[in-house]
């Protein structure tokens, strides 16, 4: 029902099987004792907010930013890229939640532009009535200066164990976003010490604080390999909420991984012409500014910044997005070695050994609910 509200009922750009792996890395999260907000920047009617909504307990608050009839009126929404109600988007939380305990749950709202986040005043207000999340979605505004402020925002609001999905990385009709990602890192993360990519969709890239990376994604890989077990450890975990609906299994099947660094040569591709210059306007100002312009400059190749050398990590890409990486990946003559690359990976398919679903268990690196409400 919750999907159908979602996918049926309502304007939006929502794909079914990233609805499905937002499920599934909630199911990921509740198992290792993850617990905290969830919440979206750039709601429009809640075609993807309604599953983020259906994944939360009754303990964990809900929260939505979105400039809705108000702001794009007063032209908050620069780059028109989606127009939100606010009485639409409450409306079809409350029937995709129809039936449930949760259908009348209070929505903390923050009806105004993004940009107003990094105020202190705004910022404190959010964490007093939300706190920290555990599931943050960014899909706000498509500019370039936007989506980087909000990926800036959301990095600093997540909690160990938390996961932002960010929308639209690969669409080359919002090159913005893209370069967002590319901004992030090479201005702010060049270690991939806040943040790391961990599963590329259709649509979507998920990603999680470091110190969980290595964990989700031995967990993601057990799925495509072991449905059945995995779907009764979903069940005996009470991982979900009653109304919420549960994963499928063919959602998991021909998931592969890919080295980061190839992930920053699909961004690339997506947007071949980004050099960095819009971030002088939203990053430090004076010396600062210029000497982060002129190294982005020097860089040998704006894709992302390598990780250290002792510690590569891989990315999960699912089977939706083989084809736009194909079609990325085959433009340029250039690319036709990572494009090899890829095709290796797909012909693999398959996790090592070593993943296996006995992974699947909670995690001592994630403190449970109780331990963060005790400290």
Known sequence: HVFDVALNNMTGWTQVNDLLWTVTLSVVQRIHNVCGAVGEIGVHHGAYYTVLAATAQPS??????????????????????????????????????DGSADSEREIVLSPFTSLRLHDAETAKIVDDRVGRFRLLSVDGGHSEVVAFSDLRWTASRILPGGVIALDDVLVSGWPGVSRAVRAFYHMLDRRHERLRPLLLTEKK????????????????????TNTKSVMRIFEQNGALPPHCPHPRGH???????????LLGDLLTAADPNWNGTAYLMAGPAGRRAADMHRRLQREAQLGLPPPPARRPYSVAVSKGAFPIVRTLLSRSPAQAGLLREFEESLARCEPPPAWQVRDLKPSDGVRSADARREA
């Open 60 to 97: 964990e608050p809900l929260w939505a930013c979105d400039v809705f009839e108000e702001g794009f009126r007063s032209g908050y929404n620069v780059d028109r890229s989606g127009r939100g109600s606010k009485t639409r988007l409450l409306e079809n939380v409350r029937r995709a939640l």
């Open 205 to 224: 890239l998920f990603m999680v604080t470091p110190a969980v990376h290595a964990l989700y994604l031995r967990n993601l890989c057990a799925l495509g």
């Open 251 to 261: 959602v998991w099947d021909k998931l592969t991984t890919i080295p980061v660094t």
